[in-house]
């Protein structure tokens, strides 16, 4: 069973930085981090696997950078340039294959909110 706790989530002012971190029990191949604001469906910000390959939404491509230590069971996510319209639940989430992280994990965190005030 893969359990996954968030924490890291803040207000900031726009053009800040925050970092997101993720505890993550149990097996995975590959992790990400999802947001959902309000009124809004649920985004993928961006994954990585167990190669360190990462991919990232076009939104924030050159502003937010994923990473993990496997070791460690953790997953981290690096947020520079923070703009008003990234606020939202940022979630994270595991799951075996890539396919599924994306199209149905049932493997999710808690949530933590981000507010970028402009």
């Known amino acids: 069973q893969v359990q996954l706790v968030e924490s890291g989530g803040g207000s900031v002012q726009a053009g800040g930085s925050l970092r997101l971190s993720c505890v993550v029990s149990?097996?995975?191949?590959?992790m990400g981090w999802f947001r959902q604001a309000p009124g809004k469906g649920r985004e993928t910000v961006a994954h990585?696997?167990?190669?360190?390959?990462?991919s990232y939404a076009d939104s924030v491509k050159g502003r937010f950078t994923i990473s993990q230590h496997r070791a460690k069971n953790m997953l981290y996510l690096d947020m520079n340039n923070l703009k008003p319209e990234d606020t939202a639940m940022y979630y994270c989430?595991?799951?075996?294959?890539?396919?599924?992280?994306?199209?149905?994990?049932?493997?999710w965190g808690q949530g933590t909110q981000v507010t970028v005030s402009s």
């Open positions: 989430a595991a799951d075996t294959t890539c396919t599924r992280l994306l199209l149905g994990t049932k493997f």
């Open positions: 149990g097996y995975t191949y590959t």
């Open positions: 990585i696997d167990t190669l360190d390959f990462t």
